[in-house]
Every structure is written in structure tokens, then in C-alpha cells.
């Protein structure tokens, strides 16, 4: 009878009597891509009983209510969600980006929708929210290679044409190194630093390449500056052996480092254990940027995609008890567009999805594809043009944001034409003559002002289908 109450105990809050199951929903992203105002959002639209309609539990009436509760994990850093939301409705900024992982704890109280039993028609589900950065995911093909390996691969990409300006100093630094000489820390410290800013000079909003493993060195969390994070490839020679006390000898002890104490650690005490993965992505901004970036996202995406489907076999498919069931890849500011070019995004979307599913070869998840505006921060309007009608978004243009050479301080409202995506989602891989206009004005606003109602009450976060995210992340759960 002991063992039968620990079990209850376990799926039972006592003080209430509530069945209560936990849900971990992961959010990551590359950098920029919108995960802390994703959250920010969706939280504060599920305390302040936000415009939801198509979030089924919400729409209906049966959540009670929901409240922020102590996080489980009492290693991790929390979300700082107030400061978050702070920043957004008193700065009208937007807030500090995702740097490292962070977690913080929603549960819900609701009705079941079906209510069979007056004792489980209600119900608490608690919401785990993650968030993690995306670089992180890259560096799961790195578990199975050597540094030798890893080295070779690291310095062809670095060498292909579009990013060989950019690694200029790093290459002239690696010709000018011998791997078999004794390890100088100096030595390792530049090269590390040079290849680190060839990476986040691909980053850059120009180029916007996403595919740059080692993930960390992007995104260091709390290990800047550690040894398992002071590496970078070397020119090897496949048919010698390195003494330990070489460059390359310490080299390949770091890299190997990296891997069990950075790398493994992440996967097994956070990845393994998510039940649902919202994938955030700035589509816009690799349009803008060209095909080359469209394609590297794609490269990007597959690898990501392929984390959520490890072989069997695979150090991380032995690992994993449960599975993802479901991992939604979310086109994040669509407020940048027309409503009427969202279906335009979300066919590109799609299309990227789709070949990296295949690529990834991918099967167990539902994965689905939506356009989205976490935070809204602009509303359409149409303006007459010569006897045309121009649909346009209008917005507060950040400080020093310029359009067609005008600079805006970051006070007045703006109607901005946004421009046009292709109606064939193709077009975004194709390459453009070289003195084609990017398809988007990508101007960014700043966060939106709150209404207040009559009753002075403010209202939540404005947002473009956060709700349909909602549904498919959290729907089947508050059923
Ligand atoms: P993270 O690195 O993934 O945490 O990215 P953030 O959430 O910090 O978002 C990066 C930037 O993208 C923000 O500072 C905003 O400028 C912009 N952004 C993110 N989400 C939205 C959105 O829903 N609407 C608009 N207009 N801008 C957004």
C-alpha cells in the first residue's frame, strides 16, 4: 500500500488533490532568433489572460489560472522573465538575449475538456520551459570525430569562397604555425581567438552563415576563457604522429575536453530529458542576405533537425529514454511583413524544413511549420501611392534605424512598405543579380505600446499566431 501511495504521490499534488503531470518544452534558436522575446510573450500571455483564440483552453474558458512556480533544477540559471518583460513594456527595448541555458517553471490549472470524472476533469500541468541556444545543437556530429578530422573539415569551410575574406587572419595565423612544436599558450590562446572571430564575423548581419560549429565558441555560457574551450583545427599531417607535448598534442587534449566535459554533459542532463522542442528561426534575415545564407540555414536546420533523431546505435539515440513528440519550427517576426506575405514565409519555411526532414531522414515527430510574431510590434495599414494601393506596416523604427537614407531617432511613427517575398518559395535559393535590392525592408521597430482598457486593466503582448503555437506545443495536454 506504501509503494501505491509513493506512485500517487508521484502523478498527485497533495495540497490539492490535482493530477498533475510535467511537461518540458525546449525553445532554442540560433542567436537572435527570438527565443527570450518568444518566451517573455508567451508567458506573460498566459498570466495576463491574453488574446488567444485559436489556444483551445484559453478560448473555451478552462484555464483557472496560471502562476510562475519554483523551477526543478536548482543547478540552472532561471529565465529572468520579469526583467524581460520590464524591459519590453516600461523600456519599450527589447530585451537581453539568450546567452547560455535557463529554465523557468509555468504550471497551469484547467478543466479537462472531456471532464469524465468529477475527480480528473481538473487538472495542473506544469510547463518546464527551456531555453537553450541553438549553436549548442551543432555540436553533436563533433562527438564522433577526431580532432584530425574536425580540423580538416573546420579548415576547408574556412577556405571555401564565401568565407575566406573572413578567415583571412585566422588562415595567415594557421600558416604560421607548426602543430609539432612544443605547445606555447600564447600560441593556442591567438589561434583560438582568431578562429573565434572568423566565426562570429560569419554571424554578422551581411552574411548571416549559421552553420559554424564548435557551437560554444559562438555562445561560450560561463566557459569563456576555460581550456576546454581554448582550441581551434590545425593543419595535420595525416601520416605523423604528435608528441603530447606538441600544439597539436595539447590541442587535440582540449578538443577532446570539450566534447566530454561541455559537449556530452549538455545532451545528457538537458536535451534527453525534453518532451517538446519549439525551433525559432530568423528566415528574413538569410533571405535578406542572399541564397548563400538561405542555403547555409538549411545545412543549419538538417543538423539541428538530425539532434531530434539520433541513430539507435548513436552515442546520443543509446542515451535517450524518451522521445520528442512534436517540434514545431517557428518563422519569428513575421510582424516585419504584410499578413498578406505570411503564407509566402511559411511556404519557404516549409520548403527548407522539408529537405532537411528528408536529409535528416526523419520520421518519429510531428514537425510543423508556422510563421509567427512572438511580440508584435506593428499593424498594417494602406496608403495611396500615385492611385495605387500600397499595403504597409507601421511602427516605431528603433533608434539609428535608416530607410532609403533617412535615420530615425526612435520616437516617431513610421509606415514602412515592407516589400515583397517571392511567390515562388524557390527564388530565395536562387542567386540574384548583383545589384538586386534585398526582397524585405528589414527595419527593426521597437517593442509596441500596451492599450489600456477602460477599467485602466493593461492588456497582453500583442502577437501573430503565438496562440497556434500554444495549441500545438501545449493543446493535447490541457484537453
Ligand atoms: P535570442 O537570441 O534567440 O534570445 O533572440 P531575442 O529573443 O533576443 O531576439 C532578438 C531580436 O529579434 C530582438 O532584440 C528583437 O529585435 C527581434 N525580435 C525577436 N522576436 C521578435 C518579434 O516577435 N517581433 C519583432 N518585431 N522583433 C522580434
Redesign the pocket.
Known amino acids: 500500500a506504501d509503494e501505491a501511495r509513493i506512485a500517487l504521490d508521484n502523478i498527485t499534488d497533495r495540497t490539492s488533490g490535482f493530477f498533475s503531470p510535467t511537461i518540458r518544452l525546449g525553445v532554442t ?10 518566451i ?2 508567451l508567458v506573460h500571455n498566459l498570466l495576463h489572460d491574453g488574446r488567444l483564440p485559436l489556444f483551445s483552453a484559453q478560448a473555451e474558458g478552462r484555464i483557472a489560472g496560471s502562476y510562475l512556480q519554483e523551477q526543478p533544477d536548482a543547478a540552472v540559471p532561471r529565465f529572468q522573465y520579469e526583467d524581460h518583460i520590464r524591459t519590453m513594456l516600461e523600456g519599450r527595448e ?5 546567452r547560455a541555458i535557463s529554465e523557468l517553471r509555468l504550471t497551469i490549472d484547467y478543466e479537462s475538456a472531456s471532464g469524465w470524472s468529477r475527480f480528473f476533469s481538473r487538472g495542473r500541468l506544469a510547463i518546464d520551459i527551456v ?1 537553450y ?2 549553436e549548442w545543437l551543432l555540436d553533436l556530429p563533433l562527438i564522433d570525430k577526431d580532432f584530425a578530422t574536425f580540423s580538416r573539415e573546420a579548415i576547408e569551410r574556412a577556405r571555401t569562397p564565401s568565407r575566406r575574406d573572413m578567415a583571412g587572419p585566422f588562415l595567415a595565423l594557421l600558416d604560421a604555425t607548426d602543430p609539432a612544436a612544443p605547445a606555447d599558450p600564447e600560441r593556442a590562446q591567438a589561434l583560438h581567438a582568431a578562429f573565434a572571430a572568423y566565426l562570429t564575423a560569419c554571424r554578422g548581419d551581411r552574411t548571416a552563415l549559421s552553420t559554424l560549429p564548435p557551437g560554444r565558441f559562438l555562445m561560450p555560457g560561463d566557459l569563456e576563457g576555460s581550456p576546454a574551450l581554448t582550441f581551434a583545427p590545425l593543419v595535420l599531417d595525416p601520416g605523423k604522429a604528435y608528441s603530447r607535448s606538441s600544439l597539436a598534442g595539447v590541442l587535440e587534449r582540449r578538443y577532446e575536453a570539450y566534447k566530454s566535459v561541455v559537449v556530452k554533459p549538455f545532451f545528457r542532463e538537458h536535451f534527453a530529458r525534453l518532451d517538446r522542442q519549439i525551433l ?1 528561426i ?1 528566415a528574413l534575415q538569410a533571405i535578406n542576405a542572399g541564397p548563400e545564407a538561405v542555403r547555409d540555414l538549411e545545412t543549419a536546420l538538417t543538423d539541428i533537425l538530425a539532434c531530434f533523431r539520433p541513430g539507435r546505435a548513436s552515442w546520443l539515440g543509446s542515451l535517450l529514454t524518451r522521445r520528442i513528440d512534436r517540434i514545431l519550427v517557428a518563422a ?5 511583413l504584410h499578413r498578406e506575405s505570411h503564407p509566402r514565409l511559411e511556404a519557404i519555411v516549409q520548403r527548407l524544413v522539408n529537405s532537411a526532414i528528408q536529409r535528416a531522414r526523419f520520421s518519429r515527430a510531428e514537425v510543423h511549420v508556422l510563421a ?7 499593424r498594417e495599414a494602406t496608403i495611396e501611392d500615385h492611385g495605387d494601393k500600397l499595403p504597409v506596416i507601421v ?1 516605431v523604427p ?1 533608434a539609428g534605424e535608416t530607410i532609403a537614407g533617412e535615420t530615425f531617432d526612435g520616437r516617431i511613427e513610421t509606415a514602412v512598405f515592407p516589400g515583397d517575398l517571392p511567390a515562388d518559395p524557390g527564388l530565395v535559393f536562387a542567386e540574384r543579380p548583383v545589384d538586386a535590392e534585398a526582397p524585405v525592408n528589414f527595419v ?2 521597437r ?1 509596441p505600446r500596451l492599450e489600456r482598457t477602460a477599467e485602466g486593466l493593461t492588456l497582453s503582448l500583442p ?2 499566431r503565438l496562440d497556434r503555437a500554444l495549441e500545438f506545443l501545449l493543446g493535447d495536454y490541457l484537453a
Open positions: 534558436g540560433l542567436s537572435r532568433a527570438g527565443k527570450t522575446v518568444f517573455s510573450a527589447w530585451p537581453a538575449s539568450t531555453d541556444p541553438g525559432l530568423d519569428t517576426k513575421a510582424d516585419h509567427m510574431a512572438a511580440v508584435r510590434a506593428t511602427g528603433m527593426r521597430f517593442p502577437h501573430i
